[in-house]
């Protein structure tokens, strides 16, 4: 990978910041052309450095009620069934992301639901309930802040 200046740094951190902002704007803020910022950002999505951009939505307003982090212990460790657990559990509905860890736990999955039962449907039908799990713990979230800056790493 090419080492990136201070310029592409800095268009990353407004990207980052938000996702939702126009090329206009990050060039007026690194102080480009918006076709050179333009051109900048299509190398950093074809260099694999932007992936995408997310919006951040109020959960609580479109039902889901409840968020937990779900720490799961697989009883074997091998790649298709590390792959294949990862795979379906992200394809549900309530799971936001799923973590692959080291440490005690495999897995941590980040779900919303709109309540307590659905919590624990999810967790019998979806997790406890597949011949892998050898452990689950959930742990209820009751608030989430997520940072707006950048880490940069040299």
């Given at each position: 990978?090419?080492?990136?200046?201070?310029?592409?740094?800095?268009?990353?951190?407004?990207?980052?910041?938000?996702?939702?902002?126009?090329?206009?704007?990050?060039?007026?803020?690194?102080?480009?052309?918006?076709?050179?910022?333009?051109?900048?950002?299509?190398?950093?999505?074809?260099?694999?450095?932007?992936?995408?951009?997310?919006?951040?939505?109020?959960?609580?307003?479109?039902?889901?009620?409840?968020?937990?982090?779900?720490?799961?212990?697989?009883?074997?460790?091998?790649?298709?069934?590390?792959?294949?657990?990862?795979?379906?559990?992200?394809?549900?509905?309530?799971?936001l992301s799923v973590?692959?860890?080291?440490?005690?736990?495999?897995?941590?999955?980040?779900?919303?639901v709109p309540d307590?039962?659905?919590?624990?449907?999810?967790?019998?039908?979806?997790?406890?309930?597949?011949?892998?799990?050898?452990?689950?713990?959930?742990?209820?979230?009751?608030?989430?802040?997520?940072?707006?800056?950048?880490?940069?790493?040299?």
């Open positions: 990978m090419r080492k990136l200046d201070d310029t592409d740094i800095a268009i990353l951190a407004c990207v980052f910041k938000d996702p939702c902002i126009t090329n206009k704007a990050i060039a007026s803020h690194v102080d480009l052309a918006p076709s050179s910022c333009l051109e900048r950002i299509k190398r950093l999505q074809n260099e694999g450095i932007i992936l995408g951009a997310r919006s951040q939505l109020n959960f609580a307003l479109l039902g889901g009620h409840i968020q937990a982090m779900v720490a799961v212990r697989l009883a074997s460790h091998s790649r298709d069934t590390v792959a294949q657990f990862q795979q379906q559990l992200v394809d549900q509905k309530e799971v973590f692959h860890m080291g440490g005690e736990n495999d897995f941590l999955l980040h779900v919303c307590a039962l659905h919590l624990r449907d999810f967790i019998f039908n979806q997790v406890t309930g597949r011949d892998e799990v050898v452990h689950v713990e959930t742990t209820l979230i009751y608030d989430h802040v997520t940072s707006n800056s950048l880490p940069y790493f040299e």
